[in-house]
Antibody, heavy 123, light 107 residues
């Protein structure tokens, strides 16, 4: 079955960077876009961007332009999201979520999702 | 950016009742790229509906989606205890956005 397993919780100081991994299994990694979404405590969902694992092309949400970098390692079917210049309001659970529907066809939403990685930014 | 506004913010119902959740978009959602997700505390969101009205794999037919353009609805019939959660709508076009969520709570 398709699985997305994320790296563990992180505690970072303001101004630092964090890199979250999303290891995939059960499908062809290079066939499906990977999205990243975050959720601040008690808040809603915020889309951060996507990466095309086949080409490495990315598309970042305007709110994160210049601070986020999404990469991938096709040899281990893993996607990464790095956020720099961390602030206290970056404290959130970060999710990877696979595009439902092969990249050659129509998108069918986001499915499945990783279990989430809590990133806490505190001095 | 397409802004999605969900209503109501909180919906209080009893098991066995019918829930109707609304999602309104600030501009037309292309090709009905509209999805609904369920999120329970401490869990990742789960895809329920895509393409405005198609159920995802394994989702019971008590869940149904409808609408087009700027107005969309998620209907849950015969509420079960496990249905009480937060529900988000999402448009998954070029730059996806989410609604702020509707909390479905037990009355």
């Amino acid at each position: 079955q398709v699985q997305l397993v994320q790296s563990g919780a992180e505690v970072k100081k303001p101004g630092a960077s964090v890199k979250v991994s999303c290891k995939t299994s059960g499908y062809t990694f290079t066939g499906y876009y990977m999205h990243w979404v975050r959720q601040a405590p008690g808040q809603g969902l915020e889309w951060m961007g996507w990466i095309n694992p086949k080409s490495g092309d990315t598309n970042y949400a305007q709110n994160f332009q210049g601070r986020v970098t999404m990469t991938r390692d096709t040899s281990i079917s893993t996607a990464y999201m790095e956020l720099s210049g961390l602030r206290s309001d970056d404290t959130a659970v970060y999710y990877c979520a696979r595009r439902a529907g092969h990249m050659t066809g129509r998108s069918l939403g986001f499915d499945p999702w990783g279990q989430g990685t809590l990133v806490t930014v505190s001095s | 950016e397409i802004v999605l506004t969900q209503s109501p913010g909180t919906l209080s119902l009893s098991p066995g009742e019918r829930a109707t959740l609304s999602c309104r978009a600030s501009q037309s959602v292309s090709a009905s790229y509209l999805a609904w997700y369920q999120q329970k505390p401490g869990q990742a969101p789960r895809l329920l509906i895509y393409g405005a009205s198609s159920r995802a794999t394994g989702i019971p037919d008590r869940f149904s989606g409808s609408g087009s353009g700027t107005d969309f609805t998620l209907t849950i019939t015969r509420l079960e205890p496990g249905d009480f959660a937060v529900y988000y709508c999402q448009q998954y076009g070029t730059s996806p956005t989410f609604g702020q969520g509707t909390r479905l709570e037990i009355k």
